[in-house]
T-cell receptor
Framework: GAGVSQSPSNKVTEKGKDVELRCDPI?????LYWYRQSLGQGLEFLIY????????KSGLPSDRFSAERTGGSVSTLTIQRTQQEDSAVYLC?????????????????FGPGTRLLVL | KNEVEQSPQNLTAQEGEFITINCSYS?????LHWLQQHPGGGIVSLFM???GKKKHGRLIATINIQEKHSSLHITASHPRDSAVYIC???????????FGKGTHLIIQP
């Protein structure tokens, strides 16, 4: 079946503009994660969705970053007033989250990422 | 917050050599993940383990929960194994993965 897809694959924008990054998880996966991979910081967690709710937003670096998920499927990560330090690869992953008490252990499947360059 | 340390940071070896990459973490976890990333490529999950040992082809992953340590082994290494190998942990109070900085592996023919 289809894996996790992300769009656009590349995005170049000017400092101060807003950008929207999209993630289509694997069908049926209830858990969705956003991560960021930058040269200086490596891979870091941004936000986690279980269904449409985001119980863990602890990784969002500032209030310029927001994300939503609709219909338990597609998610959008929005960065407002982009800064040069936002330049990175933004990765989405999904997993089949088991209920609490069943271990909650699952493999995360990563999308190809969106490479964002802020000029 | 969990701290994940990997070693070595860079590793160059000859084809056929036995490869070991190490990972240690600071607090209790639900699971440890080994990921692979080829240059310019996406991230692929190789293993997820919470105890013991797992094997897939030429790859073996082990974990020692008491010592908070895991190893990834590659037997009969091949140039196509050249990639960045990333250790990540889940649990320990966080929903997302916490990552190590990765090991850049080059296998020369």
């Amino acid at each position: 079946g289809a894996g996790v897809s992300q769009s656009p694959s590349n995005k170049v924008t000017e400092k101060g503009k807003d950008v929207e990054l999209r993630c289509d998880p694997i069908s049926g996966h209830t858990a969705l994660y956003w991560y960021r991979q930058s040269l200086g910081q490596g891979l870091e967690f941004l936000i986690y969705f279980q269904g449409n709710s985001a119980p863990d937003k602890s990784g969002l670096p500032s209030d310029r970053f927001s994300a939503e998920r609709t219909g338990g499927s597609v998610s959008t990560l929005t960065i407002q007033r982009t800064q040069q330090e936002d330049s990175a690869v933004y990765l989405c992953a999904s997993s089949l989250r088991r209920p609490l008490g069943a271990g909650g252990l699952e493999t995360q499947y990563f999308g190809p990422g969106t490479r964002l360059l802020v000029l | 917050k969990n701290e994940v340390e990997q070693s070595p940071q860079n590793l160059t070896a000859q084809e056929g050599e036995f490869i070991t990459i190490n990972c240690s973490y600071s607090v209790g976890i639900s699971a440890l993940h080994w990921l692979q990333q080829h240059p310019g490529g996406g991230i692929v999950s190789l293993f997820m383990l919470s105890s013991g040992k797992k094997k897939h082809g030429r790859l073996i992953a082990t974990i020692n929960i008491q010592e908070k340590h895991s190893s990834l082994h590659i037997t009969a290494s091949h140039p196509r194994d050249s990639a960045v190998y990333i250790c990540a942990v889940s649990g320990g109070g966080a929903d997302g993965l916490t990552f190590g900085k990765g090991t850049h592996l080059i296998i020369q023919p």
